[in-house]
């Protein structure tokens, strides 16, 4: 877990680049709306505003190349370089080779928890802000679309490919959307029985 810790810490610095920018950028949409009369509505400008952080923090540890500077000078840091897998359910193999063979437990941490955890927030956000996306099936296809177009950025770069993501994030969607859908059911409980 100490991995994933560490992934998430490397997110903050871009966050904290882009929160300026997205704010900037949503006083002015705020301040040049078509429609004067309607009220800005400070939660959804948060979640707003929170989602946007998770997609930037999402796509520095995905797709944007990591500088770094080390004991060999300057240079763009890969987790996997050149790691390439196109054959489905590996991970499992890999995992349990990692595991058993090697005691080394992080890898099932980090590629196939890690996977998970890092698109739950997607399927979350997603239903919440947008009141189209709280079909499942809508929510799912963009999740894996979102996934297969990182995989796809990620072929070229230093970060590797691997077909299994696709599906491990895609889990993470799912979670996300039930997370939302459970939160969703158990605030209408709340306000109908406060309202008796």
Do not use: C
Not at 133 to 143: C, E, S
């Amino acid at each position: 877990m100490n991995q994933i810790f560490r992934y998430m810490l490397n997110m903050v610095p871009y966050m904290l680049i882009a929160l300026p920018i997205f704010v900037f950028i949503r006083l002015g949409l705020n301040f040049y709306r078509q429609d004067k009369t309607k009220k800005i509505n400070i939660f959804r400008e948060i979640t707003l505003l929170i989602f946007a952080l998770y997609i930037v923090g999402l796509a520095s540890q995905t797709i944007i190349p990591r500088f770094e500077f080390g004991a060999n000078g300057f240079g763009i840091v890969g987790a996997y370089q050149n790691r390439y897998n196109i054959i489905p359910f590996l991970v499992f193999k890999e995992t349990y080779q990692a595991i058993f063979n090697d005691n080394y437990f992080n890898y099932f941490v980090i590629n196939f928890i890690g996977n998970i955890l890092l698109f739950i927030p997607f399927g979350f956000f997603l239903p919440l802000l947008w009141i189209k996306m709280r079909k499942l099936h809508k929510t799912i296809i963009l999740g894996f679309l979102l996934s297969l177009t990182i995989e796809i950025i990620q072929f070229p770069l230093f970060r590797g490919t691997d077909i299994d993501d696709l599906w491990l994030n895609t889990l993470g969607v799912l979670i996300g959307y039930y997370i939302f859908r459970i939160l969703l059911i158990t605030i209408s409980t709340w306000q109908v029985r406060d309202s008796n």
